[in-house]
């Protein structure tokens, strides 16, 4: 690190230093043999960030050149990928001779902490947290990119219990060598493939998703056994037992087995894909949710150390986050015997859509799942924490769906100022739609308690309703003609309507035939936004290449003077949130037809899903009817959150459209 703000090659670097301008290193949070993670201060957005200084150890110039652009190119395909299962990448600085990757920050459990208390898990558990780490593969996967050290360390659990892949300090593009010019293996011996331990016929040692796919099975194995299947005094000793020794035979695994057996084949060719995994994984967690649920409440997992996202095996432990058995918060992830994942009763429709690929072992679950389900009580019971009886073949009469499920969870953004932003790493969230949230959860019945957030994006909202991860999304959510005739998401609402608009930062741009005539800008949006090609194309302006899910990264890249973008397109309340923030950034309203913004819910026909739509419905009427006498809870909302940023007092409230115009 330089005085002038520029990053040095990574090891001389102390707390207090900068980065690109913007980022204040604060404190070590661990060390391997591909970077230095440090605790940062984003000064721009006043938030905490993990950052990974990338280094190359013992290379000479030329060489060490050549992996700095590389790693450049990997990291941005990784900010790219848009999951709520891998970890979000804010930021890639090249500086000089290092390349630092800026992370969202996760005081959390790690899998190896939560192994470390428990030694060994439960299939239902291990096949939970199993199917949430595959899907973040795939999803790495499918942006040409190969992790390359998936392991318990690199898995930790949000706030809300769900899985979250990690530290791509070593990822890599497909096919891209596992071996350095000293000779030195890059991952981690106990968790590497055997094609990666000889060369291949041009002389390389290629990282495929197969490569990755292997160390999945390897955390799957030990966390159903409670142990690696290949080990040894030295590195030597446990990498010729990957090559040359058979999978120890499994004694707890149930249903897991031929997964696990197939995903360590020594044939990366014959391992099966991640959609054949997934199947599988799938199978097992949808069929043992039933049984789990029957064994009967027992202790759940004790207090572990957590770790900040990108520490990776070496950091050092952060916040302690504290299990509680049958009576565990949310901000727990669901401990070994947990029976109940969010949404699970609602994911099983659209996981039997998916089809039978991979029929064989599927039909070698089902054998096992239907001969009782004894693998399923190994050591600590599961606890049961699953809904509440069915409700009857109608909405109607006396019934309400917070009979049906305990918890309402809502699906929130967690960048929006005024709208909804997340209070650092906490679970909590300040603005408007947070507490319009909590307004419904409580007109609904719901302790304030019982009404968790779950952060989306615009990016992945469809999908975390579809699967079941939230009841509802409360998220700047648009009812346009397309998504009002989408087959799998329903509205209730709207509950405000806004007017399109794009934020400017440069004050040369005083409406939008300025913009349109400046040829060279670009103007970003969210990805799935309601801002699609035909709006370009119909307000002649050009959208940035690669589109991020969230306007956060629009706004970041809005703030790099490095770069051709001038505006982003979105609503005014959205826009003139980001400009409160920014001095000198501004709002340009574009002339257009408002649309209103919905609470999103899954579109379906089933008795709970009627029911959660027509108390929504309810809920919702409540909040926007104004009493005789007083505001009503609509306008405190605004006043409190929207009108210091509109600067204009709250608007009529909407008529309830898609709850037959009720208000």
Request: one cysteine or more; charged letters at 25%; hydrophobic letters at 35%.
């Amino acid at each position: 690190m330089h005085s002038d703000g520029t990053a040095g090659d990574g090891s001389g670097d102390v707390p207090g230093m900068v980065i690109a301008h913007r980022y204040r290193l604060e404190k070590p949070l661990g060390r391997g043999g591909m970077g230095v993670v440090w605790e940062a201060l984003d000064t721009s957005l006043d938030r905490k960030v993990a950052v990974k200084g990338l280094l190359y150890p013992g290379m000479a110039p030329v060489t060490r050149a050549q992996w700095v652009s590389r790693a450049r190119r990997e990291a941005q395909a990784i900010a790219r990928i848009e999951h709520q299962n891998v970890v979000a990448v804010h930021d890639v600085i090249e500086d000089g001779e290092q390349v630092w990757i800026v992370m969202e920050l996760l005081n959390s459990r790690s899998l190896a902490d939560l192994l470390s208390e428990q030694q060994q898990l439960t299939v239902p558990h291990t096949a939970r947290i199993g199917l949430q780490v595959l899907r973040g593969l795939k999803a790495v996967h499918e942006a040409g990119v190969v992790h390359r050290d998936v392991k318990p360390h690199n898995i930790l659990f949000r706030p809300d219990g769900r899985a979250l892949l990690m530290d791509f300090g070593i990822a890599t593009f497909e096919g891209a060598v596992q071996v350095t010019r000293t000779h030195e293996l890059i991952g981690t011996a106990q968790y590497l493939a055997p094609e990666l331990l000889g060369p291949a016929p041009d002389g390389s040692r290629a990282a495929t998703a197969a490569s990755d796919l292997w160390a999945l099975g390897i955390t799957l194995y030990e966390m159903v056994e409670g142990r690696r299947p290949f080990e040894g005094l030295t590195d030597l000793e446990v990498l010729v037992a990957v090559r040359e020794s058979p999978v120890p035979p499994m004694k707890y695994a149930g249903p897991l087995s031929p997964l696990i057996e197939a995903l360590l084949r020594k044939d990366p060719a014959r391992r099966p894909d991640a959609a054949e995994a997934e199947q599988l994984l799938q199978a097992v967690t949808l069929d043992s949710l039933a049984l789990d649920t029957a064994v009967g409440p027992g202790p759940g997992p004790g207090p572990v150390p957590g770790h900040a996202a990108g520490a990776g095996a070496g950091a050092g432990t952060a916040a302690r986050t504290a299990g509680a058995g049958a009576g565990a918060t949310a901000g727990d992830p669901p401990g070994p015997g947990s029976g109940r994942t969010p949404g699970a009763g609602r994911r099983e429709e659209g996981a039997r859509r998916r089809g039978d690929r991979w029929k064989v072992p599927v039909a070698v679950v089902c054998t096992a799942l239907l001969a009782g389900g004894a693998w399923l009580v190994w050591g600590r019971p599961d606890t049961s924490g699953g809904k509440g009886g069915e409700a009857s073949d109608a909405a109607g009469g006396g019934e309400r769906y917070r009979d049906t499920d305990d918890t309402l969870q809502i699906g929130v953004k967690t960048d929006q100022p005024g709208l909804s932003v997340r209070l650092g790493t906490t679970d909590k969230y300040r603005g408007f739609e947070p507490d319009l949230a909590k307004a419904i959860g409580t007109r609904m019945g719901y302790p304030e308690k019982n009404v968790e957030f779950v952060p989306v994006t615009t990016g992945d909202r469809d999908d975390q309703l579809i699967t079941g991860q939230v009841d509802l999304v409360i998220a700047t959510y648009s009812i346009d003609e397309k998504r009002n005739k989408d087959e799998e998401v329903d509205f209730v609402g709207p509950y405000y309507t806004p007017m399109m608009a794009l934020l400017v930062k440069n004050q040369r741009y005083k409406d939008l035939d300025d913009l349109q005539d400046s040829p060279t800008s670009e103007v970003c949006t969210a990805r799935n936004s309601t801002y699609d090609d035909d709006w370009f194309k119909k307000y002649r302006l050009t959208p940035k290449k690669n589109l991020p899910g969230t306007y956060e990264k629009c706004i970041s890249a809005l703030e790099d003077r490095r770069t051709r973008m001038d505006a982003v397109a979105t609503d005014d309340v959205i826009a003139e949130g980001y400009a409160h923030s920014h001095p000198g950034w501004k709002t340009l309203r574009v002339s257009r037809d408002p649309e209103g913004y919905g609470v999103a819910l899954k579109r379906s026909d089933d008795k709970s899903t009627r029911l959660l739509k027509r108390d929504v419905c309810r809920a919702l009427s409540g909040v926007m009817t104004k009493p005789s006498t007083g505001k009503s809870q609509y306008e405190t909302l605004y006043d409190r959150h929207l009108k210091p940023i509109l600067g204009r007092s709250a608007p009529d409230a909407p008529d309830l459209t898609q709850c037959g115009g009720q208000r």
